[in-house]
Structures are given as C-alpha cells and as structure tokens.
C-alpha cells in the first residue's frame, strides 16, 4: 500500500524528515492543447472552475495570496474567492490586517489556485484596489450572522491574549446588537485583483507538464503563449 506514492512500510521505517523528497505521483492527464483554450484567459477560469465544481474538487475557490511589504518582506495565506469577473477576482478581509498594510504599501500580489484532483494550478498576478463600500456592504449582509460577529471583532493580526478574550469580545457585540443588525465595521471590506497575467498548469507524466501563459495587452485584449515545464 502506498501514500503519496511512498509504500506504507517505508512511512512507518523512517522519520518523516527522511520520507519528504520521495514523495512522488505521476500525474495522469490529457494536457492542454492551446488552440482549444479561449482567448480570454477570464473565460478560460470560469470553464476550469466550472470542471472542478463538476469534478466535486474541496474548496475549489481556496486560493493562495501572495503579498509583499515596501520593504520587500513576502507573506502568503489561504483565503476563499468571492467573486470574479472581467473586472478582476474579489476576495474581502480586514484591511488592517497584515495582508491589508502590505496592499496599502504595495498594491501588486497574486493568487494561486490548486486543485489537485485534477492536477490543475492557475496563477494570477495584477494590482489589488477596494471594491465599493456599497458593494461591500451588500456582502456583509448575506454573511452568516455569527461570520458579522467575528469580522467586527476580530483585530486581524495583532496580538490577542488568549481565546477568552476574543469569545468574550464577540459575546459582548452579539448582546450589543442583540435583535439588530450588525454593521459593517469600517475597517474590513472587499478588494479586487485586476490581473495582468493568467497561467494555466495541467500536470502531465515525467513532469512535462502544459503551462499556457496570457498577459494583458493594449486594448483589453490578451496574448497567449504557451511555456516550458
């Protein structure tokens, strides 16, 4: 029996310090061929992730956000999609957090999508902007009331003293509007990625796998081109 294509003996033999560079799967797939790819990289994302709803995929608007400070310092985390369109793709978070400081220094960063089950990974660099507080607070409403509860007092990043601090912050604002509407605190909202550039991973066997790269051009169309491995 194996995992991660490493026999269970193996696993169960050694420390797993030793186990992690023979970790291997091949990946099984027909590939990409270009030619039937859409020209708009946007349309090409809804019909992917169209094929990870069908194919059940876990999560399949999880990404990984990629931010960086002025001063250069990196910092990555899993955040969930919320909306896409040509305009760009919407996620919201507190902008006070550490993701949100670094977009105010510096508005360039990028998502990962990855679905495994398909042996798919799409990468998305642009300029990230605020979304309307109209639109902002459309969503804030359709979130379930105890999603309101947390948003509002949740420090996002800063130190917190222990779990009894924040149950009891988010006990006190549920009495505070107990019957009432929760608002929308000013400091968290919605953010937009405009992209500049879209790649396209489909893994294939002995690591030859398809990268299909746009990057934005004059007049909102794009270029297509396809990448080594």
Known sequence: MKLGGVELKDVKNKSIRQLVANFRNEYISNGIDEKTMSDDPIQQFEKWFKEALDNKVLEPNAFHLSTCSADGRPSGRVM??????EEGFVFFTNYESRKG???EENANASMTFIWLELYRQIRIEGKVSR???KDSDEYFRSRPRGSQIGAAVSAQSRVLSGREELENA???LEKKFSGEEIPRPHNWGGL???PSRIEFWQGRVNRLHDRIFYEAADGGTWTKTRLYP
């Open 80 to 85: 969930l999609l919320k909306g896409f369109s």
């Open 192 to 194: 937009i990625l405009k």
């Open 170 to 172: 988010a006990n006190e």
């Open 101 to 103: 400081n670094d977009l």
């Open 131 to 133: 979304i309307s507080g």
